[in-house]
């Protein structure tokens, strides 16, 4: 199958533009994640991709195939959604292999009587059943098989629901915030089973989600999107590493990054007036760094932070310290829980020049300030 290409989509609700000029490609074979708060028109995005929404402008490729002159039956995706969708009045084993049945029985043989009269029916449901099965079995659900939805737990219909998915054998699934109805536990784990089943299918997976740890955890590459655009398109770990927007970098990571007001290039009052030329270029308006970047010992080059310890907040294996610089806004740091300051302590912290992110005015990164080359003798 072919890469899948989206080339300046445009759509809009009413006077609501949701998704505002939107170019994208869809690796085949790839786990890419659309991450965003809601209302960013991940959904809708999703949607184009199924067929279940036309864009207003825009095209929708895939190899030679013009996606938006196929039905969503030809387009040769299955969706799961964050509420399961499944039809309560049927089993397990219905809900599972109603796609099979679509496709392999006429309008007539599905009718309840027709399997009694038609011995063809039969075998061909016994078929469904086994391929319906062997699916129900790779999920862990075989024992539920004649279950209806409202025997189930939350995990258990999803499952069904992935399975039901899996039957079809599409080349691409979409994800609509699958996991979102699940407690944390159970969340974690299907998570591992989903990237799992990606792995072993070898399928496209396009995956909705507001959840960065879902994101980040799952995916080959992540989209970060912001009011109908996308931000940023990257592996997890370069956009954790290099942020290309400070929208990027406040959504992804946690506790989130600082930020701190530079004027003109220059470190403020927060900063004690301490040059950063060495750190971020001029045009940075704004300096980032995570709260697990700050170090207590000292480092040559290092930014240097100092303030009021205002809260400290024992974690676990590490404490998180609010410090109140004089004169700016507070930052948020993860330090070590033994040796970490108390509350109303005064702290000096420092976070490595190479763990400083620079934004400029309208909040795009700035490239780093090379490292200095080392002299020839
Ligand atoms: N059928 C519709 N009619 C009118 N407005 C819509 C429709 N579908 C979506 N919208 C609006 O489009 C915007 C984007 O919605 P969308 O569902 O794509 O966002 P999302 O990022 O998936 O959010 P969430 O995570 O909350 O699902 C929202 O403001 C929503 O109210």
Same mark, same amino acid.
């Given at each position: 199958m072919a890469d899948i290409h989206l080339q300046d989509i445009r759509k809009g609700y009413g006077a609501t533009q949701v998704l505002d000029g939107l170019s994208l490609t869809i690796r085949d074979g790839e786990f890419l994640t659309l991450l965003g708060a809601s209302g960013c028109g991940k959904s809708t995005l999703l949607k184009l991709l199924a067929g279940l929404e036309l864009p207003d402008t825009g095209s929708i490729r895939r190899g030679d195939d013009?996606?938006?002159?196929?039905s969503p039956a030809e387009r040769d995706c299955a969706m799961v959604f964050q509420s399961y969708a499944l039809y309560p009045h049927m089993t397990v084993r219905d809900n599972v292999c109603t796609p099979l049945y679509m496709r392999m029985l006429g309008f007539w043989q599905r009718l309840p009587g027709a399997r009694w009269l038609d011995p063809r029916v039969r075998r061909q449901l016994r078929e469904a059943h086994a391929q319906g099965l062997a699916v129900a079995r790779t999920l862990g659900i075989d024992h539920l098989w004649?279950? @209806?939805? #409202?025997?189930?737990s939350g995990g258990q219909r999803q499952r069904v629901a992935l399975a039901r998915a899996m039957v079809r054998r599409p080349s691409v699934f979409l994800f609509d915030e699958?996991?979102?109805?699940?407690d944390a536990n159970l969340r974690q784990a299907l998570r591992a089973e989903i990237r799992q089943l990606h792995d072993q299918l070898g399928r496209t997976f396009v995956y909705v989600t507001h959840d960065q740890h879902e994101a980040m955890s799952m995916s080959d590459r992540v989209a970060v999107m912001k009011q109908g655009r996308i931000l940023q398109l990257g592996t997890p770990t370069e956009i954790y590493e290099a942020p290309a927007h400070r929208d990027v970098a406040a959504f992804v990571g946690s506790p989130r990054m600082n930020f701190l007001t530079l004027a003109a290039g220059q470190a403020g009052p927060a900063l004690q007036d301490q040059p950063v030329g060495h750190i971020v270029? @001029?045009? #940075?308006a704004q300096l980032g760094f995570r709260p697990h970047a700050a170090r207590l010992a000292p480092e040559p080059g290092a930014l240097r932070v100092a303030g009021r310890v205002v809260q400290a907040e024992f974690t676990g294996a590490e404490r998180m310290v609010t410090l109140q610089p004089e004169g700016g806004e507070p930052v948020v740091l993860v330090l070590p829980a033994h040796g970490a300051p108390a509350r109303g302590e005064d702290l000096v912290v420092y976070v490595p020049a190479h763990a400083c992110h620079g934004f400029d005015a309208r909040g795009w990164r700035v490239p780093a300030v090379p490292a200095a080359q080392p002299r020839a003798a």
């Amino acid at each position: 199958m072919a890469d899948i290409h989206l080339q300046d989509i445009r759509k809009g609700y009413g006077a609501t533009q949701v998704l505002d000029g939107l170019s994208l490609t869809i690796r085949d074979g790839e786990f890419l994640t659309l991450l965003g708060a809601s209302g960013c028109g991940k959904s809708t995005l999703l949607k184009l991709l199924a067929g279940l929404e036309l864009p207003d402008t825009g095209s929708i490729r895939r190899g030679d195939d013009d996606l938006l002159r196929q039905s969503p039956a030809e387009r040769d995706c299955a969706m799961v959604f964050q509420s399961y969708a499944l039809y309560p009045h049927m089993t397990v084993r219905d809900n599972v292999c109603t796609p099979l049945y679509m496709r392999m029985l006429g309008f007539w043989q599905r009718l309840p009587g027709a399997r009694w009269l038609d011995p063809r029916v039969r075998r061909q449901l016994r078929e469904a059943h086994a391929q319906g099965l062997a699916v129900a079995r790779t999920l862990g659900i075989d024992h539920l098989w004649l279950r @209806r939805p #409202a025997q189930l737990s939350g995990g258990q219909r999803q499952r069904v629901a992935l399975a039901r998915a899996m039957v079809r054998r599409p080349s691409v699934f979409l994800f609509d915030e699958p996991l979102s109805n699940l407690d944390a536990n159970l969340r974690q784990a299907l998570r591992a089973e989903i990237r799992q089943l990606h792995d072993q299918l070898g399928r496209t997976f396009v995956y909705v989600t507001h959840d960065q740890h879902e994101a980040m955890s799952m995916s080959d590459r992540v989209a970060v999107m912001k009011q109908g655009r996308i931000l940023q398109l990257g592996t997890p770990t370069e956009i954790y590493e290099a942020p290309a927007h400070r929208d990027v970098a406040a959504f992804v990571g946690s506790p989130r990054m600082n930020f701190l007001t530079l004027a003109a290039g220059q470190a403020g009052p927060a900063l004690q007036d301490q040059p950063v030329g060495h750190i971020v270029p @001029r045009e #940075a308006a704004q300096l980032g760094f995570r709260p697990h970047a700050a170090r207590l010992a000292p480092e040559p080059g290092a930014l240097r932070v100092a303030g009021r310890v205002v809260q400290a907040e024992f974690t676990g294996a590490e404490r998180m310290v609010t410090l109140q610089p004089e004169g700016g806004e507070p930052v948020v740091l993860v330090l070590p829980a033994h040796g970490a300051p108390a509350r109303g302590e005064d702290l000096v912290v420092y976070v490595p020049a190479h763990a400083c992110h620079g934004f400029d005015a309208r909040g795009w990164r700035v490239p780093a300030v090379p490292a200095a080359q080392p002299r020839a003798a």
